[in-house]
């Protein structure tokens, strides 16, 4: 069965500070793997992934795919209190399947 | 605001009845997924639809179906509601397969 698993679940820090957040799959048919926020509302996407060691970068948040270990981070640095969300892994398998993680709540105190 | 709008914002029903969401695309978007959102299984995939056709299925139950119609807007159907399926209901829309999904605000479903 297609799994995606993520760590931590929950995760508080202070500004300023940078955190890792990480996404491991088992996915039959890999195709993509993508990263969401979703704050109050409706999930925005953040990064698609689908080569292995190339780096994606949008401000201060960054991510990379290891597709021989299976696996993601996303990295946030010098945080805001408005990073704090819940930050979604999902991946998506040949024939579009799209499999969700549960998420890692990130607080981000002032 | 994604550009996707979403059908009714919020909807409360008794269990067995029957209730049909509504989604309209992004301006050129042929792409709509459905997904499920609830406390205790996180975001699942229900299914996506291409200009019309079904494309990809999830965890979509027999009591759920979908179409997507010629104005490429989509509706998702479901009916002999239980208690379990209240959640909130997104869509969302994408040009082609690959290309980023547009999530809208969602419809909160509420069976009492």
């Known amino acids: 069965e297609d799994k995606v698993v993520q760590s931590p679940l929950s995760l508080v820090v202070h500004e300023g500070d940078t955190v890792t957040l990480n996404c491991s799959y088992e996915?039959?048919?890999?195709?993509?793997l993508l990263w969401y926020k979703q704050e109050k509302k409706a999930p925005t996407f953040l990064f698609m992934l689908?080569?292995?060691?190339i780096e994606k970068k949008s401000g201060r948040l960054s991510s990379i795919l290891d597709k021989k270990e299976l696996f993601s981070i996303l990295n946030i640095t010098a945080t805001q209190t408005g990073d704090s969300a819940i930050y979604l892994c999902a991946v998506e398998a040949w024939g579009q399947n799209f499999v969700f993680g549960p998420g890692t709540r990130l607080s981000v105190l002032p | 605001d994604s550009g996707v709008t979403q059908t009714p914002k919020h909807l409360i029903t008794a269990t067995g009845q029957r209730v049909t969401l509504r989604c309209s695309p992004r301006s050129g978007d042929l792409s709509v997924y459905w997904y499920q959102q609830s406390l205790d299984q996180g975001l699942q995939f229900l299914i996506q639809?291409?200009?019309?056709?079904?494309?990809a299925k999830g965890n979509i139950l027999e009591r759920f179906s979908a179409q997507q119609f010629p104005d490429l807007h989509s509706e998702l159907n479901l009916s002999s509601l239980e208690l379990g399926d209240s959640a909130l209901y997104f869509c969302?829309?994408?040009?082609?397969?690959?290309?980023?999904?547009?999530f809208g605000p969602g419809t909160r479903l509420l069976v009492l």
């Open positions: 969302a829309s994408s040009v082609d397969r690959g290309e980023t999904q547009y």
């Open positions: 639809y291409y200009n019309g056709e079904e494309r």
């Open positions: 689908t080569s292995s060691g």
């Open positions: 996915v039959t048919n890999f195709r993509s």
